[in-house]
């Protein structure tokens, strides 16, 4: 595909189930980006993959969050026993790499904990 | 936190004025580069500039960067309504740092 493209675009899901979020990024891009954006506020960084090596996974809020990238390119955001305040926007990005090169984004998953 | 500051919050001009937003950082920066958000959802890259250079234009924006004051702006000139949107600067902190850092936004509305 063209661009970054993120699954569901949509979810609701009740209180306590658990979720998971799929990023197809744009192909030969190393460097992947989780965020999350609440209603009207800026992007929260959650987790940053680049190739092979470890993930920087300072942004996860919680234990509850975890990601990971299979073969250096799909990566999956899972929440598990969500809660209310899991609601948001999450976008995904990738970039060529790492440093002076723009990221491109998804157009996101709106999660909706009811 | 590492994370920007925007200012204004929010900014609501007329069609055809000159838009500025500001953004600071407090942290050493290897470059800057700021986002366009229609509606919420995908952000667009629209500009990046090096920590080297001082101002760069492209089209009808400009960007200026003082890496002495921590602080870039981004103006656009004769907007549009189309410009209707939140504005990010964000930035990849010091060495060893590959954290693609976002600053709160500016929400800018052009009144036709």
């Known amino acids: 595909g063209a661009g970054v493209s993120q699954s569901p675009s949509n979810k609701v899901t009740e209180k306590g189930k658990d979720v998971e979020l799929r990023c197809d990024p744009i192909?030969?891009?190393?460097?992947l980006y989780w965020y999350r954006q609440s209603l009207g506020q800026g992007l929260e960084f959650l987790i940053y993959?680049?190739?092979?090596?470890?993930?920087?996974k300072s942004g996860l809020p919680s234990d509850r969050f975890s990601a990971e990238r299979t073969g250096g390119s799909v990566s999956t955001l899972t929440i598990q026993r969500t809660q209310q305040e899991d609601s948001a926007v999450y976008l995904c990005?990738?970039?060529?790499?790492?440093?002076?090169?723009?990221?491109?984004f998804g157009q996101g998953t709106r999660l909706t904990v009811v | 936190s590492q994370q920007g500051e925007e200012d204004p919050q929010a900014l609501s001009i007329q069609e055809g004025e000159n838009a500025t937003m500001n953004c600071s950082y407090k942290t050493s920066i290897n470059n800057l580069q700021w986002y366009r958000q229609n509606s919420g959802r995908g952000l667009v890259h629209l500009i990046l500039?090096?920590?080297?250079?001082r101002e760069k234009h492209s089209g009808r924006l400009r960007v200026t960067l003082d890496t002495s004051k921590k602080s870039s702006s981004l103006l656009i000139t004769a907007s549009r309504a189309a410009d209707t949107a939140s504005y990010f600067c964000?930035?990849?902190?010091?060495?060893?740092?590959?954290?693609?850092?976002f600053g709160k936004g500016t929400k800018l509305s052009v009144i036709p």
């Open positions: 964000a930035f990849y902190s010091g060495a060893g740092s590959y954290q693609l850092t």
């Open positions: 993959f680049q190739g092979n090596s470890a993930p920087d």
């Open positions: 500039i090096r920590s080297n250079e």
């Open positions: 192909s030969g891009h190393t460097a």
């Open positions: 990005a990738s970039s060529y790499r790492e440093g002076p090169y723009e990221a491109f």
